[in-house]
């Protein structure tokens, strides 16, 4: 297959066909945590579009240079990757505060929140080990591969988020039964939204 | 022995960690579509709650506080990694089954919440009863959740390679319930009615008192 063509699928892929949110369950708690208003989702998404293509990046490489020549990438994989993670989110936090005090502002309070944010461990691990995702593909990724495939994951997030953001927006108007007011209401509006991501499959043909 | 009851109690209802406090919600949408990985997956968590909390509320005393999260962290992936490998070595079928939900435990905000809300300001033996209760909390829902998808979806409840139950030919499983918004949907019904017991529940504290 056509390198190109072979990129643009795994970009696909892992952002609308296996898109972490809708369909994996990652990081739901932020999902359902901040969708409640549009500005904090945007900033939450940019962020995390951010973090995880530097994170991935990062921990491709320990896994590769580091961890793997020391023979301990079995067993040592995820207290490394969450340290780098936490220490990686914490950098970038000072960076921006210092060189560049807009974007700070824009997404500051939210990359804190990002070291627990499941989707980003999830993005280093798959970028390593991809166990789910192996449609014609070699089974561990290049580096080139492992940064298209975390950009996919995170511009799938940031879509699902805002679009479900947006859906919430309107259903606080909305005339729902005592019963499944709040959480509940949320829940079955993000199943509904989900159908239409299997939907995307199927077009895809996986 | 009482508070102890009342903490590890409050797991299981009040503050269920999936229906109430709403955390840890990911690993349990995904993984619930068959019984049998998800109450390993229970068993996981609370094997890695029990035994961080446990750790983290005897070093409460000597952790400095500007570095507790990054200790807690460690101490949770170290936990989370002793699971890992137990899985991949005693019951391999699972493991693929559950695969990156695993090393996630390390990012469930269960886990990391309980250390930093209780186990690192009460005593070790509470902290035990609240890691118990979380818990147990977690498991049920997860394994009832996955139960019923999977009774439901597929038509018959496997264990261990063993099929336990099995509904006649005439039965036609509704695929929805084991595809992704199956699960959001039975969630959002089962908070609703939880929320609702809840509230049934604590009137009739008020009553009694």
């Not at chain 1, 995170?154 to 709040?182: C, D, H, M, W």
């Not at chain 2, 807690?72 to 070595?89: E, G, H, P, Q, R």
């Not at chain 2, 699972?94 to 250390?115: D, E, K, Q, T």
Request: proline share 4%; aromatic share 14%.
């Amino acid at each position: 297959m056509n390198p190109v063509v072979q990129m643009m699928l795994l970009f696909v892929g892992a952002a609308l066909v296996n898109n972490i949110l809708l369909t994996r369950f990652i990081a739901l708690c932020s999902f359902f945590g901040i969708s409640d208003n549009m500005h904090t989702s945007i900033g939450m998404s940019l962020a995390v579009i951010f973090v995880m293509v530097m994170a991935s990046s990062a921990t491709w490489l320990i896994y590769y240079f580091l961890l793997l020549p020391l023979g301990v990438g079995e067993f040592l994989y995820i207290p490394a990757f969450i340290l780098v993670i936490a220490a990686l989110v914490q950098f970038v936090e000072m960076y921006l505060r210092k060189y560049s005090p807009a974007l700070y502002r824009a997404m500051g309070i939210y990359l804190p929140l990002i070291t627990t944010n499941c989707a980003v461990l999830a993005a280093a691990t798959e970028a390593v080990k991809p166990g789910f995702f192996t449609m014609n593909m070699p089974y561990a990724f290049g580096f080139g591969e492992a940064i298209i495939y975390t950009l996919g994951v995170a511009v799938g997030y940031g879509f699902a988020l805002i679009s479900f953001t947006a859906l919430r927006e309107r259903l606080e108007l909305a005339q729902v039964p005592a019963v499944l007011k709040g959480h509940p209401m949320s829940f079955i509006t993000a199943g509904l939204l989900s159908l239409g991501y299997i939907g995307l499959a199927s077009l895809f043909g996986l | 022995m009482k508070e102890w009851l009342r903490v590890f109690g409050n797991g299981l209802s009040f503050e269920n960690p999936l229906t109430v406090l709403m955390i840890g919600l990911c690993s349990t949408l995904a993984v619930s579509t068959k019984f049998e990985g998800s109450l390993f997956m229970g068993i996981a968590v609370i094997f890695v709650l029990v035994l961080s909390n446990v750790l983290i509320s005897a070093v409460r005393k000597f952790t400095p506080d500007e570095v507790r999260i990054p200790i807690f962290i460690v101490i949770i992936a170290s936990f989370v990694t002793i699971v890992d490998l137990s899985m991949k070595a005693f019951v391999p079928a699972v493991y693929s089954f559950l695969g990156v939900w695993i090393p996630l435990i390390v990012v469930n905000c269960i886990v990391l919440g309980r250390a930093e809300a209780f186990a690192y300001t009460n005593t070790v033996w509470l902290s035990v009863a609240d890691g118990i209760g979380m818990g147990l909390g977690y498991t049920i829902i997860i394994a009832g959740l996955g139960a019923f998808r999977e009774l439901f979806g597929s038509g018959q409840l496997q264990f261990l390679g063993a099929t336990l139950v099995k509904f006649p030919a005439w039965y036609a499983p509704p695929n929805i319930l084991l595809l992704f918004p199956g699960a959001f949907i039975l969630f959002g019904l089962i908070i609703a009615g939880s929320h609702a017991m809840n509230r049934k529940l604590a009137a009739r504290k008020q009553v009694a008192a």
